[in-house]
């Protein structure tokens, strides 16, 4: 690619400098942030342009399929951060995450609309575990908080005799819709108020805007897939945590659970 | 008089002792009340009737079957449970009468018919049964939800001071109902107060817990008249409070 020498690269860096006499102009403080970070930009981007030639050329299915495990895995671990007060959060976060992940790429892929190469895979994989990082992580949080917050409404169904999924029915409920609104709003605007990096990537490198807009229409489908099946997953894998076989509500203050938290946490490490 | 429930010598233990060997029995047909000072474990045994919460150890049966041989979802229903607090489902009072009909047979859900049999049964009026739950008077919320019991045909209803946060005509009224629902439907009530007059005023047989143990069981006004024990003549004559 001529657009990019390094040569090009270097007089691009001009750029931060500008933002350095602005912060310096501006008494803001900020030129060693700007500094720093515009080096360590460069340094974790070159990292991953390298890391990502090294899994283009690992032609084998097998790799691809690694590389995809280990980001979910990360992601999971990150998501499992926000889903604090519910235990086994990181299992749950790397299952769901797996699972809406699979599902959606598999379909792809499936159906022949992708083909099964690393530079289309890895891209997809990435946005894909990423959305649905962000879905768990919406799902966990939210799933904790709503059991607590209905705890008396929960136990009254669970005294007239319902299970402990009937009884956290509304809470399902309004977990998996606040983790899908996001994706849901993020369709409707798409093209209206933002034109999304990946579009604006394809059409930078040349490809025709219709070519550019069907592979974008692909993405957001399969993005808004991998999320709902996310938080559905995470959400009904998380609210087991808190009931017992014989439909109890589990109080998420009690010693039980902060001991089961105590002791995964633990093995976590 | 058989016994519809026989507590065993229970136990419940959170990190500290909470329930330290309870037995007691009530009698089918009965309104029997548990009495003690706050922080004495009545709610904790009343949740653990219907296992809301697991007990350490001993036993309780139910109509002489051991209940945690039955399965948990029969138990709830038939024994049901009144909080101290309303706590009225989201939704409309018809919705919230038929709530557990409804988790076993769909068609019943808006079976407004059978709503409005419980609504009156608990003396409201037929205007409020599709009225929003949050708009009814605390008093009105908890008459909806002794209806909400009611409507599984329950053969014992647990109470947890389910007048606590009533005032007295209203207290008066409620406990009015509770005698009315025991002497119509023949059904068992085991009620939890930290009163003892409304100990005296509603039950047959009594039993005082204080800081987990059971003190004295028996017939409420010979409780009342001639306590057995020392700490009940204590709790009686009202110096008996926050123990824990
Ligand atoms: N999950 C728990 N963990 C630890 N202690 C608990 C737990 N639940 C209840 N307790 C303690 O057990 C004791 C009995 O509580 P319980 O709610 O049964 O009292 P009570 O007799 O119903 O009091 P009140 O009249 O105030 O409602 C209290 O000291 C309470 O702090
Ligand atoms: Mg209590």
Sequence with gaps: MELMEYQGLVLAYFLILTAIFVSMHQKAGLEKQLFYGSIRAFVQLMVMGYLLLFIFNLKEFHYLILTLLIMAVVSGQMSAKRGEGVPDAFRIATGGIIIGSSVSLGILVAFGIIETEPRFIIPLGGMIVGNSMYASSLSLNRISSELKARRMEIEVALSLGATSRQAADRSLRETVKSAMIPSIDSMRTVGLIHLPGMMSGLLLAGASPIEAVKFQLIVVYMLTSAVSITCMCVSLFAYRKFFTKNHQLVFISSPDLSNRKGRMSKSQK | ?244
């Design chain 2, 1 to 244: 008089m058989d016994e519809k429930i026989i507590i065993e010598n229970v136990c419940q233990e959170k990190g500290v002792k909470i329930l330290d060997n309870i037995s007691a029995k009530v009698y089918d047909g009965e309104i029997f009340s548990i009495f003690g000072p706050s922080g004495s474990g009545k709610t904790t045994l009343l949740r653990l009737i219907n296992r809301l919460d697991e007990k350490t150890s001993g036993h309780i049966y139910l109509d002489g079957v051991d209940i945690d041989e039955m399965d948990v979802i029969t138990l709830r229903r038939r024994v049901g449970m009144v909080f101290q607090l309303p706590a009225l489902l989201p939704g409309k009072v018809y919705q919230n009468i038929l709530f557990g009909p409804g988790l076993f047979d769909r068609s019943k859900r808006d079976d407004t018919a059978l709503a409005l049999r419980y609504l009156k049964l608990v003396g409201l009026d037929e205007e409020l049964l599709d009225r929003d739950g949050e708009t009814l008077s605390v008093g009105q919320q908890q008459r909806v939800s002794i209806a909400r019991a009611l409507a599984n045909e329950p053969g014992v209803i647990l109470m947890d001071e389910p007048t606590s946060a009533l005032d007295l005509t209203a207290t008066l009224k409620i406990e009015e109902l509770i005698k009315r629902l025991n002497r119509e439907l023949k059904v068992t009530i085991v009620i939890v107060t930290h009163n003892i007059e409304q100990a005296v005023r509603v039950s047959d047989r009594s039993m005082l817990i204080v800081r987990g143990r059971k003190i004295e069981e028996g017939k409420t006004k010979d409780m009342l008249k001639n306590p057995k024990e020392e700490l009940t003549e204590e709790f009686i004559s009202g110096h008996l409070e926050e123990v824990r």
